[in-house]
């Protein structure tokens, strides 16, 4: 019993056992079936050896027979003391008398026939008995007899004995073959379970298992280093990405801290400031300046949130990428300008078209000109080129910045990974910038990759994207071409939250475009009716005149019934969707705004009829 | 005294008896001896090579010529009819003074034969084997001779007067000679 379960739990003790139960089953096996085939061939053996002893001797002594010679005849017969297994010879003249004998030297006398038997043989008590005619010039000169001992069953006791002293001497070399085996196979063995025992006490993921052997052992140990190797990157990686993370948290946690204060401080300015428009101003602008680095933080928030789980998603459509890159360098444009860079742009005349999704394009490249305005020097030069390359479209983003480290090459698309930690506040972002434009241009099927000549020698970043098999003129997107300035709109504002309003038409102003704000549904209603606006941004719960009752009473009045309303509101549930279709809203914006979404709207506001 | 009468008288008779016992033991003797000569004769024939010229030709019967021992040659007429040696009929002649020894392949000489020096001469000429039965029988150039040794009939064997016949002999059967004459 204890044997048995030392047997099951150690794999020594099962090679050991292993290596004696083949030596003990093959000799058994090959002795038992030797053992059988000799006894069946003992008797054929054993007559047929006694007949051509019989033949030598009757050869021998057939001169002794002719001439009646009786001592030689003896003579002849004693050879057969050689032969311990022959007990008696005797040989019979011609006439079948007894002529001649031989007894086995230390056996009393033998007994004779007195005249020869049959020829041939016959078996009788342990005993064969063998009569043949002695042959001489042709003729009969007499018989000789000759009796051997026949035992088959003593040989048979000898070969057990064989067998028997063979198997103890084999067992005691499978035990010591079994020792090697040990060495070969249980230690290394052993040995993984000694290591993978220590990597999970002491979290130590750098040890490894020495390799003794090249067989599958060998192999094991090797799989067994990798997979160690693997779990120690996965665990440093861990690591690297959890500490990233922390940092983000921290950095992020400053960041949205950062604009409060001056906010605040704006504010104290404006409650001071009463009717100093020249402060007021200040102070407005100061606090936008604030509110729209926020809105990048949150954004680039809410950005990192579609990448980690997965749903940052584009819709491709075959574009031109001249717009796109115009959407991005009118994005960039304030904080290039800002710096006092130098923006330089190389763009072919010809359409470069890809299957894209034009915000996030210029979502990407907008990131990409930022960081190079971020990363340069103030008064520095940043290019902006695209050209063909076989089958992709190539956009190159070059600086001559403070550029990276070889080293840095690798990690920087990395999310949280910032180059420089020493930038002023107010520059850094949250490090993921270049962790969208990898992921956005991975989503468009390209490739985008870093390149610096080392730090202080600027950077280079490189964007491929497979060229589109579709022509231009299918592409809906193609109107604007190379940016601002574009359509011209007349655009009315009506929302009673002075700070959005205001705000977006700021921006939109800023983009050439002729806007017009209320803060309540009356005023936008006069507003209306004296602008006629292409496009009418109206919020929906404003005092005295909500939003359903302004677009219905726009659409009924002839000078303001081809604007395209755009519904903007903080429900989003389709009830609320279909109450602003059916009070006559073309699109449904739910706050907050997104800019892209504005813009893709102005860009798109084709009412069929009035605007054209 | 009687009794001592008596016993003389018995021992005459016992010497007579004795005596008679004897001779006719003796005549016995030499009919068995004759017999076994006879066969021996006949035997030697399986253990000698001749040489090719005394073969010829070769339809011949193997013939074996006797002189001075008609016992014998009585002996071998009985023995020889549907033997063979060498494949050949065997026939047995009686050879007279003077006569040639051609087609003779053994030649026995008895003790009957008192000058058997030419013959011998004659046989070692031309391949005959020549048998004898007397002391001086090597030294006339007989090859084999028959001796007789505590009542039993055996044979020498001359492998000098053997060769010169240009005879060769078995060395099976010179392992039952009673002695051997090597060569010189």
């Known amino acids: ?612 | 005294m009687d009794l001592l009468i008596h016993t003389r008288r018995s021992a005459l008779w016992l010497a007579a008896a004795a005596v008679a016992a004897f001779a006719s033991s003796a005549l016995a003797q030499q009919a068995a001896e004759a017999a076994v000569k006879a066969a021996f004769l006949y035997k030697f024939a399986g253990y000698v090579e001749w040489p090719d010229s005394a073969l010829l030709p070769s339809e011949a019967p193997f013939t074996i010529g006797i002189i001075g021992a008609d016992d014998v040659a009585a002996e071998l007429d009985r023995l020889v009819p549907g033997r063979t040696v060498l494949n050949r009929r065997v026939v047995v002649r009686r050879v007279k003074e003077g006569e040639g020894l051609k087609g003779v392949h053994l030649l026995f000489i008895g003790r009957g034969e008192a000058n058997p020096r030419a013959l011998l001469r004659a046989a070692q000429q031309q391949g005959t084997l020549a048998v004898t039965e007397s002391e001086r029988g090597f030294e006339l150039g007989s090859a084999i001779n028959f001796v007789t040794l505590d009542d039993r009939i055996g044979f020498e064997v001359s492998l000098e007067s053997a060769e010169k016949s240009g005879l060769r002999i078995s060395s099976r059967m010179l392992a039952v000679a009673r002695r051997v004459v090597a060569r010189q």
């Open chain 1, 1 to 612: 019993m204890t044997f048995l379960q030392s047997v099951r739990k150690s794999l020594r003790h099962k090679v050991m056992l292993l290596v004696l139960a083949i030596t003990v089953s093959a000799l058994t096996m090959s002795g038992a079936g030797l053992v059988l085939y000799d006894l069946q061939s003992y008797e054929r053996q054993y007559s047929n050896d006694m007949l051509s002893q019989a033949e030598v001797l009757a050869r021998a002594s057939g001169p002794a027979l002719t001439f009646g010679d009786r001592r030689t005849a003896e003579k002849d017969l004693s050879v057969m003391q050689v032969r311990p297994r022959i007990l008696a010879a005797a040989l019979y003249s011609r006439d079948g008398k007894l002529f001649a004998t031989y007894s086995k030297p230390d056996l009393p006398a033998q007994s004779f026939p007195a005249s020869p038997g049959h020829t041939g043989y016959t078996v009788e008590d342990d005993q064969l008995f063998l009569f043949r005619p002695v042959l001489e010039n042709g003729e009969t000169v007499g018989t000789i007899h000759l009796r051997g001992i026949y035992r088959p069953w003593d040989r048979l006791r000898d070969y057990v004995t064989i067998l028997f002293v063979v198997m103890i001497a084999s067992l005691v070399v499978a035990a010591l073959l079994s020792g090697w085996l040990q060495n070969a196979i249980t230690a290394p063995v052993l040995e993984i379970a000694h290591v993978s025992r220590e990597v999970m006490s002491k979290r130590d993921y750098s040890l490894r298992v020495r390799k003794t052997t090249d067989d599958e052992i060998g192999e094991l140990v090797d799989a067994f280093n990798a997979m160690l190797a693997e779990v120690g990157r996965r665990s440093e990686a861990l690591r690297e990405a959890d500490r990233r993370k922390d940092e983000f948290l921290a950095t992020l946690a400053h960041e949205l801290r950062n604009p409060l204060a001056p906010i605040r401080n704006a504010l104290e300015i404006l409650k001071i400031a009463g009717d100093d428009p020249g402060k007021s101003l200040k102070a407005r602008e100061m606090m936008q300046r604030q509110v729209s680095q926020m809105v990048r933080l949150v954004d680039d928030l809410l950005d990192v949130s579609r990448i980690t789980t997965g749903k940052l998603a584009v819709r491709k459509t075959p574009l031109d990428l001249h717009g796109a890159l115009g959407d991005a360098i009118e994005t960039a444009k304030p904080f290039i300008e800002s710096r006092k860079h130098l923006l330089e742009i190389d763009l072919p005349r010809a359409a470069t078209v890809v299957d894209g999704d034009r915000t996030r394009l210029a979502q990407l490249f907008s990131n990409l000109l930022n960081n190079a305005a971020k990363y340069t020097e103030p008064g520095g030069r940043i290019q902006l080129t695209l050209r063909q390359d076989g089958r992709d479209a190539v956009v190159c983003v070059r600086d001559n910045g403070i550029g990276m480290a070889a080293e840095s090459l690798a990690t920087i698309f990395d999310m949280f990974v910032q180059v420089d930690r020493t930038l002023e506040r107010s520059q850094a972002g949250l490090g993921v910038g270049l962790t969208l434009v990898r992921r956005l241009v991975e989503l468009h099927g390209g490739t985008v990759e870093a390149a610096s000549a080392g730090q202080g020698e600027g950077s280079e970043f490189i964007v491929r994207l497979p060229l589109s098999h579709a022509r231009l003129e299918e592409a809906p997107a193609g109107k604007s071409n190379g940016g601002p300035p574009e359509h011209v709109r007349r655009i009315l504002l009506a929302d009673d939250n002075a700070d959005f309003a205001n705000s977006l038409g700021q921006l939109l102003t800023s983009r050439g475009h002729q806007v017009r704000i209320a803060y309540d549904g009356a005023a936008a209603l006069a507003t209306a009716r004296e602008f006629m606006p292409d496009i009418a941004f109206v919020d929906i719960g404003m005092p005295q005149v909500h939003g359903y009752e302004v677009a219905r009473r726009m659409r009924s009045e002839s000078s303001t019934a081809g604007c395209v309303l755009v519904a903007v509101t903080g429900w989003g549930q389709e009830n609320d969707r279909k109450r602003a279709r059916e009070a006559g809203f073309d699109r449904h914006l739910v706050k907050p705004v997104d800019r892209a979404e504005i813009e893709s709207i102005l860009e798109t506001c084709t009412r069929p009829g009035p605007v054209a």
